[in-house]
Each structure stands twice: as C-alpha cells, then as structure tokens.
C-alpha cells in the first residue's frame, strides 16, 4: 500500500471518529463543550500555521517542532476548566514530563532555532517529496495541507482527549488504576529516553567518524543501532510512544468506569500511524544498509522480543 492510500485511509477513519462519538459517547456538558472547543480552536490555529510556514519556507516540518509541546497546552487548558483536579493535574504533569523530554531529545537533532521556522526537516520527507506521486507541486502542497499539517495535528489532539473525557467525570475521585496509569506512563518514558540516548550516541559517534574520514568498523559499518534496546525491537522508541498513550488513555478508564469510551480513537489511530512510519522509514533503511533486511528477520518490529529464524 503505497503513502497516498494509507494517508487517505487515515484521514478517512478520522472523519467517521467524530460521527460514532457522537451518538454512542457520553454526552458532554457545557462545560466540556467549552473546553472542546477551546482546544479545536486552537488546534485549527495550529493547522493553518503549519500549514502555512511549511509552504513559504518549504520546510514540512513544522507539525514535528510542535508535537511534543502542543498536548501540553490541550492537557492544561482542559484541565484549567476542570478546576485542577486531582486526576487532571496528576495527568497535565505527566503530559508535561513527556513533551519537555521530547522536546529536548528534537533539539538535539537541529530541529529548533532562533528563526523558528527554520530548522532541520525530517528526512522523511525529504525522500517522500522526491517521489514519483509527488513531482507535481500542487499533489506536495494537498498532502502538505490534509495529511501533514491536518490529519497530524488532529491526531495529536484526538490522543490527547482522555483528559476531556477525565473532565466529563471530575468527581469520580482516583483509584487504583489512575496510579496504574501513572506508573505505566513514567516506566514508558524513561524505557523512551534509554532508547533516543542509545541512538543518539551511536549516530553521533557514526557520523563524527564520517566527518573525520575514519573508516567505519564494527557496528558502525553496518550503518544502523542493533544493540541495547535495539536488539529487542527495531522501533523501541516507537513502542514506547504508542504505550505512552494507551496507558494515558486508562485515566478516562478509571474516571468513566467504562473499558471502551469513545476517546480511545486517539491512541488506536496514533498505533496505525507508526505502523505506516515505520513501514517507511524501514523502506528507507533497507535501501541504504544490506544488512538491514536481516535484522527484521531477527528482530520484532515494536514488541521487546527475538523472532524465531
């Protein structure tokens, strides 16, 4: 399935969402109400800015720089309309911890400067852009405009939303599984930073090397991380990423009582999301590095675990 169908089937899906949300989630209050659209507000801000500094500067991306900081003004303007409950506060912090390291381990790579619309541009989209679908500049700008800077950020709010559906509840006080969901969080990001800082060395080592001439030996010959974490999944980061999120998501459990509520769209369709990145950027890694197509063999995509050979 090449990207144009997948971005098309997740826009798609996006759109019914809202529709079964409708008529089978808990009706919102006035209140709640206010604070959804406060946020869509905000979010469709967003949109337009990305949409728009990522057409004048031709830097797509814009949604990356923004990723790990927007969820922490949705979290904390719900929460604001909440009162600062317990359990509102209690998830604002952890989204906060979450984007402020995300944060940190995207600067490292050149993503943020002075001018802040500049910046690295994720390689992704670089090789995407030189696609043969993508040669005509107005299919690059469509893509830009619905899937990039729309569909992304509308993910971004939508896995954001357990908080919402936490706000519809205010009064169910926490529980167990509130502490459970906290736990899981904070086990996931620091399982999250072990994984960017083994990267991270390891890519800078491999490219000080490069720019010094020497000859790669080693793991560095083979051009891509397999030890550590790496050794137990080819995306831990990933996996991390996608288990932040379902435990985020057991906050509107606990508050709810209800196992299914409609706010679990956010962090199903964030898991179709890095299938589909992940299916690419192996694409990408196979096509540089020979080696690569026999670590899928040994190695689990997401899950820590050693695949039979």
Known sequence: MNIIKIASLLITTLLIVPVISYFFGTPLSDTDLLALKTVLYINL????????IGELTDNKSQVDKLWSLIPIVY?????????????LILMSVLVTIWGLRLTYNFSRHGAFTIKFWEGTEDYRWQVLRSKPEFQAKWKWTLFNLFFISGYQN??????????????????????????????FMLFFIAYETIADEQQWKYQSKKHEMIKNGDELTGDYKKGFLDKGLWALSRHPNYFA????????????????????????????????LFQGSSDFSEEISASKYPEYTNYKKRVSRFFPMKLKR
């Not at 706000?167 to 502490?179: R, V």
């Open 75 to 87: 979290a904390w303007v719900i929460t604001d309309f909440g009162n600062y409950s317990s359990r």
């Open 45 to 52: 801000g967003v949109i337009i800015y990305c949409f728009v």
């Open 241 to 272: 990423e996608q288990s932040i999120w379902v435990s985020f998501y057991l906050f509107s459990v606990s508050a709810s009582g209800q196992w299914i509520n409609w706010s679990i769209a956010g962090c199903l369709l964030l898991i179709v």
């Open 154 to 183: 509308i993910l971004i709010l939508l896995f954001t939303l357990p908080i919402l559906v936490a706000l519809q509840f205010n009064n169910t006080p926490l529980g167990y599984l509130d502490y459970l969901a906290a736990g």
